[in-house]
């Protein structure tokens, strides 16, 4: 009997423990974020932290005013009298970093990007993933956006202007990185329970009617952290329309069709902008780029036609990317041919070009010796602006093998810092 006893009383004793147990681990449920991929993974806490203080601020970039904006006068930039160049970079991931808590990891580059003087910086104004895939998704579905992911991007942009960088915004994608082309392709597969084809994003009306939606209602919105209209920002330097934008088919007069609508689409809204396209430079004339190695990225295939589109009266800016070697051509008789071609026709036309990608893979040493290659020639082709792929904060890991870390790559620091010097210009008075 005592024995009995003794046994209820443990069991009872096990059953409070437990109970006890289970409500401190829900407890720490509900105050803990979930992983990447849970349906509430959304952090408790989405407000980003206040703005973080920069570590420099680089008295030799051009300082961003009220209204003054970077302009085009043909095939130049102009900043109030001045003529602007720059050196900058891409760091597509500030708008999800804040997002995901990480505003320090966000300052950090920003601040070495300033210290270095480079005065641009190219980053993702868009994010249409799942939002049971990422967090920081922007938006859900057609015309359904998340508040507090578009206040991570008006952060960004608030960090970037404390610093005196400017920031190009790309507003869709090729790929599927943060959803882009095929995520609206889904959603209209989705409402149309029909199948439809990655070149629907062009043509299809539908499709193109949720891409201006979500443009109309960026370009107005009104910057939680600075109180400024988009439209009235200067810290945003132009607008890209997508980043890589590829035909499947080839059919490069539907890609300039679309490139055309969607550029005098945003002259409607903003007037003080620059457009560009935000291409890879593919074209489909070999006989424009003579001596070129290999066809493939002027052979038409990828729905491209670069020297068409400097002459889309709404673009202001025409970008080309350079990875040779993703390109099947060399790094050195090719690039050459790459960048004055490229840079040749865009002021035949009276446009600006620019370099908005440009990479290689290697250590530090052999990476600075091709950069310095790369960035002489432009330099002899007067070039407007580069902006090398890509820079990233310690502790960010290497997914492509073209991460730059500061001050780690001191070799490709070094050459990114001089050439910055060399296109910079005074301050406008």
């Known amino acids: 009997m005592k024995s009995s ?40 806490a989405r407000t980003p932290p206040a703005l973080s203080i920069p570590r420099k601020v680089n008295s030799e970039l051009p300082p961003i005013r009220e209204g003054e904006f970077v302009t085009r006068q043909g095939s130049k930039l102009m900043l109030g009298a001045s003529e602007f160049r720059f050196v900058g970079a891409n760091a597509y991931y500030l708008q999800p970093e804040i997002v995901y808590g990480n505003l320090a990891g966000v300052a950090e580059v920003l601040d070495d990007l300033a210290e270095m003087g480079l005065s641009v910086v190219r980053t993702i104004g868009f994010n249409d993933h799942p939002p049971a895939q990422d967090s920081a998704a922007i938006q859900i579905r057609p015309g359904e956006y998340d508040e507090q992911s578009l206040v991570a991007l008006d952060t960004a942009l608030a960090e970037a202007r404390a610093r005196n960088i400017r920031v190009i915004l790309y507003l869709t994608g090729n790929w599927s990185h943060f959803g882009g082309v095929n995520r609206y392709v889904q959603w209209y597969e989705e409402e149309c329970a029909c199948k439809a084809r990655h070149d629907d994003f062009f043509t299809n009306e539908t499709i193109k009617g949720w891409y201006k939606a979500y443009v109309a ?17 200067p810290t945003i330097m132009a607008y890209e329309l997508g980043n890589e934008l590829r035909s499947d088919a080839g059919d490069s007069a539907m890609v300039l069709a679309w490139l055309s609508e969607m550029a005098e689409f945003i002259k409607t809204i903003d007037r003080n902008h620059l457009v560009a396209d935000g291409g890879e430079g593919f074209d489909d004339d070999l006989k424009l780029y003579p001596g070129l190695s290999n066809r493939y990225p002027v052979s038409g295939t990828t729905g491209n036609s670069y020297h068409r589109l400097v002459n889309i009266p709404h673009i202001d800016m025409a970008s080309y990317h350079m990875f040779p070697t993703k390109y099947d051509l060399n790094e050195t008789k090719d690039a050459r041919i790459w960048i004055s071609v490229h840079e040749k026709l865009a002021r035949a036309a009276g446009k600006v070009a620019y370099l908005g990608e440009f990479g290689t893979a290697g250590p530090a040493a052999r990476r600075s010796k091709i950069f310095q290659q790369w960035l002489d020639q432009t330099v002899a082709n007067n070039n407007v602006g580069s902006l090398v792929w890509q820079m990233v904060y310690d ?22 810092r001089q050439y910055a010097r060399r296109s910079g210009v005074a301050p406008s008075q």
């Open 217 to 233: 209602m960026l370009l107005n919105r009104t910057n939680t952290v600075t109180g400024v209209v988009y439209t009235n920002d």
């Open 395 to 416: 502790g960010r890991p290497d997914t492509d093998g073209f991460a730059i870390y500061y001050p780690r790559d001191e070799a490709v620091i070094s050459t990114l």
């Open 5 to 44: 006893k003794r046994v209820f009383v443990i069991a009872a004793v096990l059953i409070l423990a437990a109970g006890l147990l289970a409500w401190f681990i829900w407890q720490r449920s509900e105050e803990t974020p979930k992983p990447d991929g849970a349906n509430s993974n959304r952090p408790l």
